[in-house]
């Protein structure tokens, strides 16, 4: 492509240099390759401006930068780095986002819960739906691995030009608060913007709760218009009344706003929810009739992460009778409450609970189906929000009997210290010592939490939910809550 073509979607932008033919993008100079225009950003660690040299030396035909660089290439100045990354993906892969209908979904916890629920009852109407999110992304039967939950600009741009080209109508994806934050869902074009909850994570990243919240914010103050004269080009908001931040979110769209919720008056609301060890059951009232849904999935929290999908499958307009039927088919979201059975008299269930909120709604569920005690395996993740450790620690032994503080994700900070304020929740709270143990290697923890277990007890290991890995320094190591828990249970028998 040629350069011109590609920046005329940049209005303010000033070329200095000749015309020159554009074979990629890259914002990384490791990764450059000959022809290459390579867009410098500043980081949040390094200016990728402090790059352009050696991306110069590996053939970069081109440069977008903030400020005229003394290189012997053509250069694109513009104001907004991060914008021109976001525009020129858009148009360098052939504004995909246009050709497919796109569904985010942000919130603090049940996104990735919420988007899985929304791409089955897609695909079962036999709309070919992609995923993107935690678990990779998803579409024409296979996974692929992403880089993050919601990847970069160039990353997502050209993700969802495969996924368009292999026929995939819809994608629904994840968009995380780093994401908006950091403009890598700009120029990608949603019809739907859903909202789950917003609870405390990342005050490592987003410097108070407010800010976190006018992250997600973004979403729906950029989603776009309720009017347009194309019913395909209308925007919708979908926001849980139960949760507050929803009021300050209505206010700032200006997409059609549709509600659903538990407590309060929704256009999509529950009642006679019914939780068991097996399922839930729920009826729901909703702008297009009523329905009785029953679900393997268990867990409140995961009436409000169906009722988001109800929600957003209505406005694509799944009738009803056809969601409730999809939704019965749903046997489980991976490493969502997923329980591991070697035919043990106890239970054992892996969960990705890594927020205090996530953690004590998981813990509710287990204590409505726990016939005994509870036993809780947790850890909080190193390089992240450490104001989260000690609340979720005083949660845990709130709602266990015992716990087993332990290590998920370290990086590089030093584990024992993670564990140890961890634990200041539970001094503080004055939990006596014999309901807990530290017990920095995970695999050991768990190994202890299952030989401690009764007939009718629950072990919960909480934190890794899908995750096979445990990063510990600058390592990956090979980690599976469930092998590890599978291979301790069959070494207890
Ligand atoms: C805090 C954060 O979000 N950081 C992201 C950010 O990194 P950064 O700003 O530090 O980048 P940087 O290292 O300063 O580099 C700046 C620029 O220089 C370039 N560079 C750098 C070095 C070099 O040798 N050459 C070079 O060109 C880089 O490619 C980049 O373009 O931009 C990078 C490139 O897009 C991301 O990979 C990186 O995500 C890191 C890996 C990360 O861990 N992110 C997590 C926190 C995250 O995004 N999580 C959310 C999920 C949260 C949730 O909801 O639970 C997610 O969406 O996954
Ligand atoms: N709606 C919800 N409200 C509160 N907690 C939830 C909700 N849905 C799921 N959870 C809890 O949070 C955990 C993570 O759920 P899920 O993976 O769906 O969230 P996520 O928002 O995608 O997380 P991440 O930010 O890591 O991508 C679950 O294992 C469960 O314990
Ligand atoms: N998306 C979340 C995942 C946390 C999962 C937990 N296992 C950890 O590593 O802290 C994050 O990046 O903060
Ligand atoms: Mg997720």
């Avoid at 390579?38 to 030396?57: M, N, Q, R, S």
């Avoid at 490592?204 to 103050?221: C, I, N, P």
């Avoid at 290590?407 to 024992?416: G, H, M, T, V």
Wanted: glycine content about 8%; aromatic content about 6%.
């Amino acid at each position: 492509m040629k350069l011109s073509e590609l920046t005329s979607v940049l209005t303010a932008a000033l070329i200095d240099g000749e015309e020159t033919e554009v074979m990629g993008l890259t914002s990384d100079s490791r990764r450059v390759k000959p022809g290459d225009l390579f867009i410098c950003l500043p980081g949040h660690t390094v200016d990728g401006h402090d790059y352009a040299a050696e991306a110069v030396k590996r053939g970069a035909a081109a440069l977008v930068v903030n400020h005229r660089m003394d290189l012997p290439v053509t250069q694109v100045i513009v104001r907004d780095c991060k914008f021109a990354l976001a525009a020129l993906a858009d148009a360098f892969y052939g504004q995909p986002s246009h050709t497919m209908t796109m569904i985010g979904v942000t919130g603090t916890n049940g996104k990735t819960t919420t988007t899985t629920l929304i791409s089955k009852i897609l695909n079962d109407f036999g709309l070919p739906t992609g995923l993107i999110g935690t678990i990779g992304m998803t579409y024409g039967g296979h996974t692929y691995p992403m880089s993050c939950t919601t990847p970069d600009a160039l990353e997502l741009q050209h993700s969802l030009s495969e996924m368009s080209r292999s026929g995939t109508q819809m994608c629904v994806m994840e968009v995380s608060s780093h994401a908006l934050e950091q403009g890598r869902v700009k120029g990608t074009h949603f019809r739907t913007a859903v909202f789950t909850n917003l609870t405390q994570d990342h005050l490592d990243y987003h410097q108070s709760l407010q800010e976190y919240r006018s992250a997600k914010g973004l979403f729906f103050s950029r989603l776009g218009n309720a009017f347009d004269k194309d019913p395909k080009r209308r925007k919708y908001a979908v926001l849980n009344v139960d949760d507050e931040a929803s009021r300050v979110f209505s206010k700032l769209t200006a997409a059609e706003i549709i509600t659903y919720g538990i407590h309060h008056d929704a256009d999509v609301r529950a009642s006679r929810i019914q939780i068991g060890a097996q399922g839930t059951s729920f009826h729901v009232e909703t702008f297009c009739g009523s329905a009785d849904i029953k679900l393997k999935l268990i867990g409140n929290f995961n009436v409000y992460n169906t009722l988001a999908a109800i929600t957003a499958a209505l406005i694509e307009g799944v009738p009803l009778s056809f969601i409730q039927q999809s939704l019965e088919t749903v046997s489980g979201v991976e490493g969502r409450v997923e329980s591991v059975d070697e035919g043990q008299p106890y239970s054992v269930i892996v969960d990705y609970a890594h927020t205090p909120d996530g953690l004590e709604n998981v813990l509710k569920t287990v204590k409505e189906i726990a016939a005994h005690r509870i036993l809780t395996v947790f850890g909080c993740g190193g390089d992240r929000d450490r104001s989260k450790r000690p609340v979720m620690g005083r949660i845990a032994a709130q709602w266990s009997d015992m716990v087993f503080i332990t290590s998920d994700n370290p990086r590089s900070e030093d584990p024992e210290q993670i564990l140890k304020d961890i634990e200041k929740g539970l001094i503080e709270d004055n939990v006596p010592a014999e309901r807990y143990l530290l017990i920095e290697d995970r695999r050991e923890a768990i190994k202890k939490a299952i030989e401690m277990a009764s007939p009718g007890d629950v072990v919960l290991i909480a934190g890794k939910g899908h995750e096979t890995y445990q990063l510990i320094g600058g390592k990956v190591l090979d980690f599976d809550d469930r092998i590890v828990a599978k291979e301790a249970i069959r070494g207890r028998q």
